[in-house]
């Protein structure tokens, strides 16, 4: 028989279209392209001439498939950095800039040039946090931003007491996780990882205000309790959860023979920047012994500022705490942080894959961070994170934090001295919830009509991003801010715009 004879395979050249990052000649690839993406961001930057795109949705769609064509995997590819030049102008010519002053309807932060480097540096290695020889400098350094984070929350609980995630959705779904299959444990000495929860299933209730982030009530239901498994708790007139309500719903909820598992706590509403009164709600958890997560993804920031980190006393008394610094922090996304003030609530995550993280590794002294996460392939995003830590120091991270403190007071006073609109609350972090008055003798439907066209329309074109939401069941406006580089000249024109539209709606189209 004979055997036919192939040709050997040829490896792709260094250079091309198939260059690396990482290695040796990665660098020198990487240079050229760097140059493009910069004259991309520039370009794409003065093509949008503004914070987005004109035009709306259906521009904006039609513009996004011009530009990458009908078949985004052609049998032959192109030149890299023509296509690189090409589609990266258009992504940013049709983005929402976060970095413009006049985009501030979100709480998505304008990254600091100094972090997206470092991110540049990591994603060109791409190690992984899901096993030491897959990023070992990535295993030795994220424990130390999380002992970095820990003390400045006061945790204190050590290298190990937490993990960097996705975002405050995933940092409260690990506090709910575990402080559920603590219960478990506590209730009936199995391992809800193990066995599951049986019949505590319906029984396993969470706290939370009315005001929390929807997360919350999305997290019951991944974890197979349902939406029904979240009590809400009223808030007072700063729309902060009543501890003397919480401690009534949690003996209410015992006596019913049901399982109270954890009250999570606000620090920092994503409308208003409220911070509940995380003391007395600390003291009622303990007299219930019940498990506190804060959700402190907005407000977490605070403690930067020596102005405003009194807001978020009584947080290092939490069992766990969610942290986002793609918010205040200003990390490219993602930058989310889980703290635990005791690694030992890390247990259940614990996995053993021999082809990741054997035992007889572990013992040689090979550490892994696999057990400490809810996912298994997880990027350094510590190392953006480290960066920025040692460059600004926590000084010039609150003065960034109490810079955008300042423009949403001076937002506020604008709002308050202007006819034309109205300020639902003082500000209490950097978001500033108002509304056009619409004209006189408007009904209240006919209001909230007029700001959520106001706001389409300078969507639409391409004047302005401010956020909306509902407060006392009507529509309200929303500036988030958080661009430390905006100046109250920004933001004066960016109110006068709001004012101004919602005058000409009202005008036009006065009752419809």
């Known amino acids: 028989m004979t055997v036919p004879t192939r040709a050997a395979p040829t490896a792709p050249p260094p250079g091309g279209p198939a ?9 020198d690839a990487l240079g050229p392209l760097l140059d493009t993406a ?40 192109d030149d890299p950095a023509a296509v690189l030049a090409g589609l990266a102008t258009a992504l940013v010519a049709g983005t929402a800039d976060p970095a413009d002053p006049h985009c501030a309807g979100h709480l998505h932060c304008p990254p600091l040039a100094v972090a997206v480097a470092a991110d540049l540096v990591a994603t060109a290695v791409n190690p992984s946090l899901d096993s030491w020889d897959q990023g070992p400098s990535a295993t030795a350094l994220e424990p130390l931003v999380i002992d970095a984070l820990g003390r400045l929350v006061g945790l204190d609980g050590g290298p190990g007491a937490g ?27 199995r391992s809800a990882a193990a066995v599951g929860l049986g019949a505590l299933a ?112 009584g947080i290092e008394r939490a069992d766990s705490v969610t942290l986002d610094l793609h918010k205040f922090g200003w990390q490219p996304v993602p930058a989310g942080v889980f703290l635990t003030a005791d690694p030992a609530r890390l247990a259940p995550l614990a996995r053993r894959v021999d082809y990741l993280n054997p035992a007889d590794d572990e013992t040689a002294g090979y550490p892994s961070l696999l057990g400490r996460s809810l996912r298994t392939t997880r990027r350094v995003d510590a190392f953006k994170l480290a960066v920025t830590f040692r460059t600004l120091g926590r000084r010039g991270l609150g003065a960034l934090v109490d810079r955008c403190h300042d423009l949403a007071r001076y937002a506020a006073t604008r709002i308050d001295v202007d006819p034309r609109l109205e300020l639902a609350a003082p500000p209490v972090l950097s978001t500033v919830v108002f509304r056009h008055r619409g004209p006189a003798g408007v009904t209240p439907a006919d209001r ?64 419809r």
């Open 19 to 27: 260059a690396l990052a990482g290695g040796l000649t990665g660098p």
């Open 448 to 511: 909230d009509r007029v700001n959520a066209v106001l706001r389409r329309r300078l969507l639409h074109t391409g004047a302005a991003v401010v956020g909306r939401t509902r407060v006392a069941d009507a529509v309200w406006l929303k500036l988030t801010l958080l661009n430390p580089h905006a100046t109250e000249t920004d933001l004066a024109a960016l109110l006068d715009l709001v004012a101004s539209a919602g005058d000409d709606v009202s005008h036009r189209e006065p009752h």
């Open 202 to 313: 319906d029984r396993l209730r969470f706290f939370c205000a009315e005001v929390a982030h929807f997360s919350v009530r999305r997290n019951a239901a991944l974890l197979g309790l349902g939406e029904q498994a979240v009590v809400p708790v009223p808030v007072d007139q700063g729309y902060r959860m009543d501890p003397a309500a919480l401690a009534d719903r949690l003996a209410a909820t015992t006596r019913a023979g049901l399982l109270p598992a954890a009250v999570v706590a606000t620090a920092g509403s994503t409308d208003l920047g409220s911070v509940d009164p995380l003391p007395q709600i600390v003291d009622v958890c303990a007299a219930h012994r019940v498990h506190c997560h804060v959700d402190a993804a907005y407000g977490g920031g605070a403690l930067l500022s020596t102005r405003l980190a009194g807001l978020l006393t």
């Open 38 to 77: 910069r004259h991309a961001l520039r370009t794409g930057a003065t093509r949008r001439g503004g914070p987005v795109p004109a035009g709306g949705p259906a521009a904006t769609t039609a513009a996004v498939r011009l530009a990458f064509g009908p078949d985004l995997l052609p049998e032959q590819g």
């Open 163 to 189: 993990v960097l995630t996705s975002g405050g959705t995933e940092s409260n779904l690990m506090g709910m996780l575990l402080a559920r299959d603590a219960v478990v444990q506590r209730v009936t000495g």
